[in-house]
Nanobody, 127 residues
Framework: QVYLVESGGDSVQAGGSLRLSCVASGPTYTPRRYLMGWFRQAPGKEREGVAAFDNRGNTNYADSVKGRFTISQETAKNTLYLQMNDLKPEDTAMYFC???????????????????WGQGTQVTVSS
């Protein structure tokens, strides 16, 4: 079992920045066993991948956030981050942290690749 707790969501104006954090814990969690990622879901829309690590240690980003968002991980603290700069109103959504076993296959952005999810943290960007 893996538990994920996100924080850092807030309401900001367009052009602003936020840093989201996700702390992982649980009896089976170790950083080397799981790949981590960030997803988001806006009202009336499907959940979509924002950024994630893959099996080769590479970072992957949705086209809509490339150059503005950065995913990082501090393994000693079991914490995943998402630095979000130059925020836009279309970034408004609930942001979720996700964890999936490293041996699972599939695209980094496939929801089915991840079997643990946090409760989410709300990001609202006003124009």
């Amino acid at each position: 079992q893996v538990y994920l707790v996100e924080s850092g969501g807030d309401s900001v104006q367009a052009g602003g920045s936020l840093r989201l954090s996700c702390v992982a814990s649980g009896p089976t969690y170790t950083p080397r066993r799981y790949l981590m990622g960030w997803f988001r879901q806006a009202p009336g829309k499907e959940r979509e991948g924002v950024a994630a690590f893959d099996n080769r240690g590479n970072t992957n980003y949705a086209d809509s956030v490339k150059g503005r968002f950065t995913i990082s991980q501090e393994t000693a603290k079991n914490t995943l981050y998402l630095q979000m700069n130059d925020l836009k109103p279309e970034d408004t959504a609930m942001y979720f942290c996700a964890a999936g076993r490293v041996e699972y296959s599939g695209s980094w952005s496939a929801i089915t690749r991840y079997n643990y999810w946090g409760q989410g943290t709300q990001v609202t960007v006003s124009s």
